[in-house]
């Protein structure tokens, strides 16, 4: 795992690529390397759910791991649930922002409205202006 400390988000996304392919081949090596891939900062929900799965076929799998794996599992299911957590606020934040955004776009709008009609009630009050100049010049 500290070999994945500043890596590149690409370079992240080329691993997890090539140790899913591995996953084919049940070796347990491969799904510890995936499941450790999971729990990087970098990894979406998506993965941390998929390392969860892969975790859960190796404890049914090895039974006699699961006392020693059950630190690691909780970790993966806490760390799941965070992500949960974090894309619903996600997803709150990203609706009230565009909420907020049509907002703004509605009152610009109506600001620009009040601009065209106090520019043109500033005409017709300097056109009365002139119309009252006219009449006492008369």
């Known amino acids: 795992m500290n070999e994945m400390q500043g890596i590149r988000h690409d370079d992240f996304e080329a691993r997890v690529r090539r140790a899913e392919k591995k996953l084919a081949n049940g070796n347990d090596l491969d799904q510890l390397h995936f499941v450790c891939l999971s729990l990087n900062e970098k990894a979406d929900y998506e993965l941390v759910k ?4 892969v975790l ?3 404890l049914e799998r090895h039974p006699d791991a699961r006392q020693d794996m059950l630190g690691l599992s909780a ?3 806490r760390l799941g649930s965070a ?3 974090s894309q619903s606020t996600r997803k709150k934040l990203v609706d009230e922002k565009n909420k907020l955004e049509k907002k703004v776009d509605s009152l610009t709008n109506s600001l620009e409205q009040e601009q065209v009609r106090a520019q043109d009630l500033k005409s017709q009050i300097e056109q009365l202006k002139n119309i009252e100049n006219i009449i006492k010049d008369r």
Do not use: D, P, Q, T
């Open 50 to 53: 998929k390392g969860g799965e």
């Open 56 to 58: 859960a076929e190796y």
């Open 75 to 77: 970790l993966v299911k």
């Open 83 to 85: 992500e949960i957590c």
